[in-house]
Nanobody, 122 residues
């Protein structure tokens, strides 16, 4: 299971850190990623990290503002979000990948957390 937390209401320009804790099946050999979904929009890839944290990948819309990291001992993935914009408002979901390196494609992920809501009003 994947449990996401850390969402909330933050002013535009502010920061938040999301966490995704994995329980049960270990995710240490799998890529982990964050996606987000806004009402009426498709779920979109935000950021992904490889199994050992050695490589990361970001959507262009968040590059330079968000940082993904993972603690393999704690089996937890983080998303540090900065300079938040109103368009970042969404439910953020973490997901465990099929492979060791992240993909931007939803079908490459086998497990999803329940999501945590981030709201950054204008």
């Amino acid at each position: 299971q994947l449990q996401a937390s850390g969402g909330g209401l933050v002013q535009a320009g502010g920061s938040l850190r999301l966490s995704c804790a994995a329980s049960g099946r270990t995710s240490s050999n799998n890529a982990m990623s964050w996606f987000r979904q806004s009402p009426g929009k498709e779920r979109e890839f935000v950021a992904g990290i490889s199994w050992n944290g050695g490589s990361t990948h970001y959507a262009d819309s968040v590059k330079g503002r968000f940082t993904i990291s993972r603690d393999r001992v704690k089996n937890t993935v983080y998303l540090q979000m900065g300079s938040l914009k109103p368009e970042d408002t969404a439910v953020y979901l973490c997901a465990r990948g099929l492979r060791s390196h992240p993909s931007t494609e939803r079908q490459e992920y086998t497990a999803w957390g329940q999501g945590t809501l981030v709201t950054a009003p204008a």
